[in-house]
């Protein structure tokens, strides 16, 4: 049995009954891309532990029901649309899009209008299916109206072997890009640190943090980075699991673009990592941005993932070191040396043995948060009403 500060500090676990699960499910959730289901077709996607049903009715319109059927348990999804509606494979039930039977072989009548299977709320933007997951009447889907027009939007989903909560406390601990990525292409302007390397200079790229902070709004917090060299970094968290960053430029023209994720737990050790990359580009400077090779859609990010989590393993695993002498070009990848760091932690982090300082007050805020909010939850007391104000351009980036 948890105790209460047991309870409120749990951030790794977000099972249905759970205190942060019941967080994660006061919000709209993405839950599959966009593209990954066609019209007629039907998917089986797990969140947050529970399994669920996407599909798409004939008419192209997305629904999300139980993962199983109500008669025999079987998987629903390997069954088939028809019109609206799914039926079942192994003995032909069918339901419609509210969950409710509708039509069963053999049985009497009246019967198929006492079985229904739980469905849920979904909504489809920026390339996204998102699906609200809580109990009671839906809050309205945030909306982002300076990515909906003039711009390229281009989605990502990427399944992450460990906790979701330790890829967002990675989001927002500032200080580990110094360190973690000093010789990346995490900035656009590189230039040589007094760090050393077997008693070599090495490159870095946007210098190094000085100072940072955080504050609380209304939809989460905002979070600033000052460096060395002057330039200070703007970062927004969206409670309880949205990220909005800036990312650097594949070239002059398209610029820096805003990068958007929320961190989708599976189950307590792994994730779904969702991600926007929008470029403020249009025209035929949209069309050359969509052709770049280091556009998100033609970069073989499937692939590249697949390697990443193959060279990190054989260097967690002590076979390989994370240099350029081992693994390449490779060892310069942001995505490669957050995973380590990161797995490093273990698939789940044991946060009773840390030792956090000052370093580490941003990370605190989002944990203050949480528990916050957590507790809430227990006591039942209304959560904050976060709300995403829409257009940041003002404050978002990097100066």
Same mark, same amino acid.
């Given at each position: 049995m948890l105790s209460a500060v047991e309870r409120y500090t749990d951030y790794a676990h977000t099972g249905p009954d759970t205190l942060g699960g019941r967080l994660m499910r006061s919000v709209w959730q993405p839950v599959s891309l966009s593209d990954a289901v066609e019209a007629g077709r039907a998917i089986p996607i797990k969140v947050m532990g529970e399994e669920f049903t996407l599909y798409r009715g004939?008419?192209?319109?997305?629904?999300? /029901?139980?993962?199983?059927?109500?008669?025999?348990?079987t998987q629903l999804s390997i069954g088939w649309i028809e019109g609206d509606c799914i039926r079942c494979f192994y003995h032909g039930w069918k339901y419609d899009a509210n &969950?409710?039977?509708?039509?069963?072989?053999?049985? !009497?009548p009246g019967f198929a209008s006492k079985v229904q299977i739980p469905s849920y709320p979904v909504r489809e933007y920026l390339g996204l299916v998102f699906a609200f997951l809580g109990a009671g009447e839906p809050p309205a889907l945030p909306r982002y109206p300076e990515f909906e027009s003039g711009v390229v939007v281009d989605p990502v989903m990427m399944d992450i072997p460990y906790n979701f909560f330790q890829n967002m406390e990675n989001s927002v601990d500032t200080l580990h890009v110094s360190w973690v990525h000093r010789r990346s292409n995490f900035y656009s302007d590189s230039r040589l640190t007094d760090f050393k390397d077997n008693g070599k200079k090495v490159e870095s790229m946007e210098g190094n943090i000085v100072e940072f902070s955080a504050e609380e709004t209304e939809y989460g $917090?905002? $979070?600033?980075?000052?460096?060395? +060299?002057?330039?200070?970094?703007? !970062?927004? $968290?969206? #409670?309880?699991?949205g990220l909005h960053i800036k990312v650097w430029p594949v070239d002059a023209e398209s610029g820096w673009r805003d990068f958007v994720a929320w961190k989708v737990p599976i189950d307590d050790e792994?994730?779904?990592? $969702?991600?926007?990359?929008?470029?403020h580009v249009a025209g035929e400077a949209a069309e050359r941005y969509r052709n770049h090779p280091q556009n998100p859609r033609n970069?073989?990010?499937?692939?590249?993932?697949?390697?990443?989590?193959? /060279? &990190? +393993?054989?260097?967690?695993? &002590?076979?390989?070191?994370?240099?350029?002498e081992d693994?390449?070009?490779?060892?310069?990848?942001? +995505?490669?040396?957050?995973?380590?760091?990161?797995?490093?932690?273990?698939r789940s982090v044991d946060r009773v043995h840390e030792r956090l300082g000052q370093s580490d007050k941003i990370v605190i805020?989002?944990?203050?948060?949480?528990?916050?909010? #957590?507790a809430k939850i227990a006591n039942g007391e209304p959560l904050k009403p976060w709300q995403w104000p829409g257009h940041l351009e003002a404050t978002t980036g990097a100066h």
């Open positions: 004939e008419s192209g319109t997305p629904h999300l /029901v139980a993962g199983r059927c109500a008669h025999r348990n &969950g409710q039977c509708i039509e069963q072989a053999v049985e !009497s $917090f905002i $979070f600033r980075d000052i460096y060395d +060299n002057g330039s200070v970094r703007v !970062s927004h $968290f969206e #409670m309880p699991n792994s994730y779904h990592n $969702f991600n926007l990359t929008i470029a970069s073989g990010r499937q692939a590249q993932w697949a390697e990443i989590q193959r /060279v &990190g +393993n054989e260097i967690l695993a &002590g076979r390989l070191r994370l240099t350029v693994v390449g070009e490779l060892a310069k990848s942001v +995505n490669l040396q957050d995973y380590v760091a990161q797995l490093g932690q273990g805020l989002l944990r203050k948060l949480w528990s916050r909010e #957590m």
